[in-house]
């Protein structure tokens, strides 16, 4: 089992910033490639950004590209989520998600591919 706690979320001003972490504890030995999702209210959960197990790979949203950048880093044991020029349309509740997985280049966008979700952090926006 994995538990991922997220952070960093909280009330910024448009054209503002936020960076999103992911703590992993449990059986972080095993190989994880992981994704951000975010869910508004009256929404479904999407896709934001995902990142590979060996971190090469990466896949952005539309609506994000250019704007967030998602990193790892296995040898510190970090997981972010860097958000910049936040828009009131990105307000959520942001999520950090592991999907065991074997292949070093394997990404996923599809949230019923993941297996270990953490509970959420807040991003609000204000205009």
């Known amino acids: 089992q994995v538990q991922l706690v997220e952070s960093g979320g909280g009330l910024v001003q448009a054209g503002g910033s936020l960076r999103l972490s992911c703590a992993a504890s449990?059986?972080?030995?095993?190989?994880?490639?992981m994704g951000w999702f975010r869910q508004a209210p009256g929404k479904e959960r999407e896709v934001v950004s995902a990142?590979?197990?060996?971190?090469?790979?990466?896949y952005y949203a539309d609506a994000v590209k250019g704007r967030f950048t998602i990193s790892r880093d296995n040898a510190k044991n970090t997981r972010d989520l860097q958000m910049n020029s936040l828009e009131p349309n990105n307000a959520a509740v942001y999520y950090c998600?592991?999907?065991?997985?074997?292949?070093?280049?394997?990404?996923?966008?599809?949230?019923?591919?993941?297996?270990?979700w953490g509970q959420g952090t807040q991003v609000t926006v204000s205009s």
């Open positions: 449990g059986r972080t030995s095993w190989n994880y490639a």
């Open positions: 998600a592991y999907r065991i997985e074997r292949r070093p280049a394997y990404i996923s966008a599809r949230r019923d591919e993941y297996d270990y």
């Open positions: 990142i590979s197990v060996s971190g090469r790979s990466t």
